[in-house]
C-alpha cells in the first residue's frame, strides 16, 4: 500500500528534474538569440510559465493515475525530456520551437536533406538529457512509492494560478515603473490579453513559446486549428480595399515582346554577400558576377527575407502568391486546401502558357509540396527519384540542373518551370563540389564552406544558361534568381560581419536598371513585380510594390500582415 505522499529533498527532485528539462529548451532558445527579443521581465514570467506547465501536468496525471505520485512524475519526465529534446533538435535546423502545426509536417522531417542537418547539430550541451535521464532513474529508484490524496490534488490549482498572477505582478511593476509605459493604458490591456490567451498571434512566436509558456501555446494553437474564421462583409471590403490600390503596383511596363516562357530558379539559402566577394583573389560567384556586371540584367542586392516558420515552404508561398506567411504556425499546412490567386495560375489565364512544372530534389511531402502545387496550378512535379534516376550519387546542383537542361528538351513552349537548388542548404560543416579555397585563413571554416558550395552554384549556373542557349530558349525566356531565403548567419559563424540580404536577377526582362528601384525591398515585392514585368494586368496584384518604380516604399507593415492573416484563414478567394 503506498503511502501518503511527503515533502522531502526526492521528491522535490523529482519535480525540479522535469522542470529543468523545459528551462534548458527554454534556455537554449534564450542564449542562441533565437528570441525576437526579451523584455526586464522576461526571464521571471519564463519561470512562472515552466512552474505553471509543471504543475498543470502534475495535476492532470494525477488525477488520471489516481494519486500515484511516482507514475505520475515518471510520465512527466519522459514528456518533458522528449520535448526538449525535440524542440532543441528541431530548433537548431528551423530556429523555431516546434508548433501544433510543425507537428502536422513531421512526414517530411524524414527527407534525407532534413536527417542529414539535424544529425549535424549534436553538441557536447546535448549530453543534458543523457544526465537528466540517469538522474531522474536514480532518484526514481531511491523514492518509495506515495499516493496523494484526490482532495489534497484540487489543492494544487493555486499553484498554477499563482504563477499567472506573479506572471501580471511582474509586468505591471515593469509597465508602471518605465516612464514611457506607465500612462499607457491601451498597451497595458494588449499585454494583459496577450498572457492571458492568443499570445501566438503577435509575430514573435519564439518569445510567446518562452514567456506563455508550453501548455497555453499548445492550447492557443488547438484553438487556431479547429476554429473557422468567418470574414465579415466590412473585413472583405477592407482586404479588397486594401489590394485593389494599384498606384505603387504597377508602372505600365511594356513586356518584352521575344518573351514566351517564364524559367523561375528558387536559390536554396543563397545570400547576397558572396556575390562580388573574392576570396585570395579568387572570385566566389564569378558567373553570377557577370550578370550583375550586365547592363540589360536587372540585380538588386537587397532583397529582406519575409519567412516565418515555415522556411522555404513559405518563401516559396511569397513568390508564388505575393501574400505574407502566418507568422505563428505553417502557413502550407493552412492553405493547401485554400483557393489561391497564384503565378502559375495568371501565366496560363493571361500570358497563354500551357505548361507548368516544378523541379524539386525533395520528397513530394517536405512542406506539402505535392498539395501546393495544386493549389498553385503547377500541373507537373519532378522529384528527388526523378533527378537521380537510380544514381548512386548524392543530390547536388550538377544533378539538378542537369535533369532541368535534358528535360527542357522534351516541353513544348510556351512554359513555365520552377527549379529549386539544393548545395548550398545547411548544414554548413561540408560542402559541394571542390575546394576551391583550401588553406584560405580570411574566413571561417563554416562560411568557407558555404563559399565552396556558392562556387559550386554559380558553375551549374552558368552551365545550365549555355544549355538554354545552345537549345534556343534563353533570349525567349524571362528567366529569374531569387532566393528562397537568408541562410542563418550563426550558421556561418557570420552573425554580425555580414548582411542577411539576398539577390534578385531579372533577365530578358527589358527593365531599365537605371530608374528601377536599387534599395532595400521584401520578398512579397517580386510577385506584384513580375506581373508588371511581364504587362499582366489583373486586379490581384499581390501585397507588394513593384521595383519598376523608382519610388518604391516599403510593402511590409503591420497592416500587411494583418491583411494577409485574414486572406490566409478566411480563405478569402474562396468567397
Known sequence: MPKLFKLNIKTLMLVAIPMLNLLFMHYFFYFQGFLEWTWTYSE????????????????LFLLLSGGRFKITMAIIQIITLLWSFVNVMYGKFFFQYMSLS???????????????????????????????????????????????????VLRLLLIPVCSIMLTFVAYSAYHFIHPHYRNNWELFKFRAHEFLYDSVRGGTPNLAHFQTGCVRVLLFELYDMFHVTQLSEEQKKQIEKYYSDHSLRSTNHQRNPNI???????????????????????????????????????????????????????GQFIYMTGILPLRYRMTVGQVKDNILPSLPKLLKSEMGIKYSEIISPTTPNLWQQSEMNVAYGIDNAYWLEDIVNGQPRTIDDQLIFQFASRHVDEIKEPFFSLILSLSTHSPYNKYAGDDSFKGTHSVNELYKNYLNSCHFLDSQLKAYFESLKEKG?????????????????????????????????????????????????????????????????????????????????????????????????GDFFAQ
Not at 537528466?132 to 512509492?145: C, E, H, Q
Request: glycine residues 8%; negative net charge; aromatic residues 12%.
Open 473 to 569: 530558349l534563353y533570349d525567349n525566356s524571362l528567366i529569374i534568381l531569387a532566393s528562397d531565403h537568408y541562410a542563418h548567419l550563426d550558421m556561418l559563424g557570420m552573425s554580425g560581419q555580414i548582411s542577411s540580404h539576398t539577390p534578385l536577377f531579372f533577365i530578358n526582362g527589358n527593365v531599365d536598371v537605371n530608374s528601377a528601384w536599387k534599395g532595400e525591398y521584401h520578398q512579397l515585392d517580386l510577385f506584384t513585380t513580375l506581373l508588371d514585368l511581364l504587362a499582366i494586368e489583373y486586379p490581384w496584384r499581390g501585397l507588394g510594390y513593384t521595383l519598376l518604380n523608382p519610388l518604391y516604399t516599403s510593402s511590409v507593415s503591420a497592416k500587411t500582415s494583418e491583411i494577409s492573416d485574414m486572406i490566409i484563414n
Open 260 to 314: 514566351k516562357n517564364v524559367i523561375f530558379i528558387l536559390l536554396e539559402s543563397f545570400l547576397s554577400a558572396p556575390i562580388d566577394l573574392k576570396v585570395d583573389g579568387k572570385e566566389v560567384t564569378p558567373f553570377l558576377n557577370s550578370l550583375k556586371r550586365d547592363s540589360n540584367i536587372y540585380y538588386n542586392g537587397n532583397m529582406i527575407s519575409d519567412i516565418g516558420c515555415g522556411e522555404s515552404g513559405d
Open 102 to 152: 510543425a507537428i502536422g509536417e513531421a512526414h517530411g522531417l524524414a527527407d534525407g536533406l532534413v536527417v542529414n542537418s539535424i544529425l549535424s547539430a549534436f553538441y557536447w550541451y546535448d549530453f543534458f538529457y543523457v544526465f537528466s535521464a540517469i538522474l531522474f532513474v536514480v532518484v526514481y529508484n531511491r523514492t518509495g512509492p506515495c499516493r496523494i490524496r484526490k482532495e489534497y
Open 44 to 59: 521571471i514570467i519564463n519561470l512562472c510559465g515552466v512552474v505553471f506547465d509543471i504543475s498543470v501536468l502534475i495535476i
